[in-house]
């Protein structure tokens, strides 16, 4: 796959952002987790209207990108507070990073992460940061080949589940 274009979404995207996000987040997740639980974090934490909510906030980029004028994939940086094991250093956190499911393993998520990489650069940033389930692995394996690191551990709740979420870290 090439000619990946990837623009800095606005409000007007967050439709798309939240129907993206909603597909992707399911595709990725239902296989592995039962289907109530799954119904909880879709209808309660993963609503179509708190995402849409979240694009044009002051914390949070989004990137999209696209393939042939189809958008492939997603991305969400967002200025939070460190976790306590990343310290005071200048950082962002890569709060998702998706692609939909025909194209995963095109390069869709690999544009992504370089340019958010590049932006986290350009603002000063020092970490890239980010949290992943503990047992997707496909997912730790992309991090790792981008060299980010483990360096801590937090709770995810989907559902009535409680997951432990890796957290792991790039320098740049």
Known sequence: MHE???KTATTDDARLIADMSRKTFYDTFA???TPGDMEQFMNEQFTRERLMDEVGKPDSIFLLAYHNNEAMGYARLRKSANPEAL???PAIEIARIYAVQQAIGKGIGSA????????????GKQVVWLGVWEKNKKAIDFYHRWGFEKFGEHEFVLGSDVQTDWLMKKML
């Open 31 to 33: 296989p592995f987790n």
């Open 4 to 6: 990946i274009l990837i």
């Open 112 to 123: 992504l992460m370089q340019h958010g990489i590049h932006l986290a650069k350009e603002s």
């Open 87 to 89: 310290g005071d250093v």
